[in-house]
């Protein structure tokens, strides 16, 4: 059975960081792409950032420059660390694995969330 847990959500100030960890579990994680998605209240869940098995990246265009996508395979983890955050930022962050190595299609298991909130 697969499992990923986030952790590392949180209150923060406008300008500050969070790192966002996803740990998995039941599944050969370095094989398989994991992403980072967001569900602001009243808002469809949105795409944050993808990392393939090979470790190639992508972003949405709002978060580019800011929060960065990493994955430690020895760990079976992937992060998401974001800077310079804004309160638009403010979402539940959704780990999410996909079916192949590739970003492609929808996930096929989500972790539980784990709330962000920017403000002062």
């Known amino acids: 059975q697969v499992q990923l847990v986030e952790s590392g959500g949180g209150l923060v100030q406008p300008g500050g960081s969070l790192r966002l960890s996803c740990a998995a579990s039941?599944?050969?994680?370095?094989?398989?792409?994991m992403g980072w998605y967001r569900q602001a209240p009243g808002k469809q869940r949105e795409l944050v950032a993808t990392?393939?098995?090979?470790?190639?990246?992508n972003y949405a265009v709002s978060v580019q420059g800011r929060f960065t996508i990493a994955r430690d395979n020895t760990k079976n983890t992937v992060y998401l660390q974001m800077n310079s955050l804004k309160p638009e930022d403010t979402a539940v962050y959704y780990c999410?694995?996909?079916?192949?190595?590739?970003?492609?299609?929808?996930?096929?298991?989500w972790g539980q969330g784990t709330q962000v909130t920017v403000s002062s």
């Open positions: 999410a694995k996909y079916f192949s190595g590739s970003a492609d299609g929808v996930p096929d298991y």
């Open positions: 990392i393939n098995s090979g470790e190639s990246t």
């Open positions: 039941g599944t050969m994680f370095r094989i398989y792409a």
